[in-house]
């Protein structure tokens, strides 16, 4: 049964740093990629990054909103299933729920359409404020 568990969320003020782990479990990691999500309050959910599978020429990272680049830095360790997502100089407007998600599709992966992700994890709450 696939299985995803979002963890590391928390109240920090703007400027700060917070990461972010998703533990992924009842599936191949290597096929997989694995895109992060957030939603705000009365907004749609919307999609951060997306970090390749272990397989062929494409593998790290492959996407990032034009929001957060050159802010968050998304990982992956092979070894524990874990994918993180490193957020520094955090905004306000970062405040959101965080999810993340597997696909087997590429291009998924590269639109970040939520709708062509099925399993989601329960979230992780972020609330930059100062």
């Known amino acids: 049964q696939l299985q995803l568990v979002e963890s590391g969320g928390g109240l920090v003020q703007p400027g700060g740093s917070l990461r972010l782990s998703c533990a992924a479990s009842?599936?191949?990691?290597?096929?997989?990629?694995v895109a992060w999500f957030r939603q705000a309050p009365g907004k749609e959910r919307e999609g951060v990054s997306c970090?390749?599978?272990?397989?062929?020429?494409?593998?790290?990272?492959?996407k990032y909103a034009d929001s957060v680049k050159g802010r968050f830095t998304v990982s992956r360790d092979w070894s524990t299933n874990t994918v993180y997502l490193q957020m520094n100089s955090l905004k306000p407007e970062d405040t959101a729920v965080y999810y993340c998600?597997?696909?087997?599709?590429?291009?998924?992966?590269?639109?970040?359409?939520?709708?062509?992700?099925?399993?989601w994890g329960q979230g992780t709450q972020v609330t930059v404020s100062s």
């Open positions: 009842g599936f191949t990691s290597d096929y997989y990629y």
């Open positions: 970090i390749g599978n272990n397989q062929g020429t494409i593998k790290g990272t492959i």
């Open positions: 998600a597997p696909t087997g599709n590429y291009l998924s992966c590269i639109s970040l359409v939520p709708d062509d992700f099925a399993s």
